[in-house]
């Protein structure tokens, strides 16, 4: 509750930075989700996936920049401009200046291949398991029938445990690996995946980040089904209109249709900025990090 309760404030508290840090990512978000609407891939969750590849992008540079401002107090692009200025005057060594500037750039181009991969990663399962749970359909639409008893007499003992046994393997293996998704963050300031692996092993570790994830990303996500629902309640129902035999969306429901890709977008970023700074906390503890950094909120936790 401390990492989701920082993740919450801290958000609030660099809102006009973060503001500025998340412009281009939003309209890059944007326009990819209009284009996946636009090109009806909303069930297509491959090509999904690689139109919404440069969002992941803008993505993953803009949660690279929030990490490294979390952990190292860097503020883009604060920090580069004043160390090209020392350079210039030359009150700084170029060589370390650049060994610095390279360090910063390698945490970022790494945060963000990571977070890339394990985006496109998302799609892939998400389209497997659509693949997996797809009903078949006979001439007038209904669900075809499938008896189960013809299913069962079908599969031999042996093939039904190795299909409990791969089960259960996959959701053991999804549980411990969901630990890995937040390896943007370390990677951000290059500290070493053994010694993350190691600094995180155990199953609680994944308890405790699925809680956390869930924290900090429920009250975004309430609020914006509230709002959603709010709007279409402004704007009027109905889902077609019909003239001249065609059928046609309403002005006020493509209005708000647009408004809720808008909303999703920025409802989206809110909730990444939120648990990034939430799972930056959470691994405070071995993070290299600056000084006086996180002291700035109060812990939550009641003290015995």
């Known amino acids: 509750m401390d990492a989701a309760g920082y993740g919450h404030f801290r958000v609030w508290k660099d809102r006009a930075y973060l503001m500025k840090l998340a412009l281009v990512p939003f ?30 992008c803008a993505m993953g540079w803009m949660l690279a920049q929030y990490t490294r401002t979390l952990l190292l107090n860097e503020r883009w692009p604060t ?19 650049m060994g610095f500037i390279m360090w910063r750039a390698r945490g970022i181009l790494a ?26 359909v006979v001439g007038d639409g209904q669900q075809a029938e499938i008896s189960q008893a013809a299913a069962d007499a079908s ?8 299909t409990l046994v791969a089960g259960v393997g996959l959701m053991i293996g999804a549980f411990w690996s969901f630990r890995l998704v937040w390896l943007y963050i370390p990677f951000a300031v290059l500290y070493p995946l053994r010694d993350y692996l190691y600094q995180v092993r155990g199953f609680m570790s994944s308890l405790r980040y699925i809680v956390l994830f869930f924290c900090c990303m429920a009250p975004a996500s309430f609020v914006m089904m ?27 429901i493509q209005i708000a249709r647009f408004l809720t890709i808008g909303l999703q ?36 936790s009641i003290k015995k």
Do not use: C
């Open 226 to 252: 509230m709002v959603v629902r709010l709007i279409f309640t402004i704007l009027g129902g109905g889902d077609t209109a019909t003239i001249d035999g065609n059928d046609v969306t309403p002005m006020n």
């Open 27 to 56: 309209l890059i978000k944007l326009a990819s989700i209009v284009a996946v609407m636009a090109m009806e891939y909303q069930e297509d969750y491959l090509k999904q996936g690689l139109v919404m590849l440069p969002s992941l």
């Open 79 to 97: 920090t580069m401009t004043h160390m090209t200025f020392m350079m210039r005057q030359g009150s700084i060594d170029k060589k370390k200046a």
């Open 265 to 300: 977008s920025f409802t989206e970023i809110l909730i990444a900025l939120i648990w990034t700074a939430g799972f930056a906390w959470a691994m405070r503890g071995f993070l290299p990090r600056a000084k006086d950094t996180f002291n700035d909120f109060p812990s939550m």
């Open 155 to 162: 599969l031999s003992p042996l093939l039904s445990l190795l």
């Open 111 to 136: 945060s963000i291949l990571v977070y890339v991969f394990f985006g496109l990663v998302s799609s892939v399962l998400v389209y497997l398991m659509s693949t997996m749970l797809v009903v078949p």
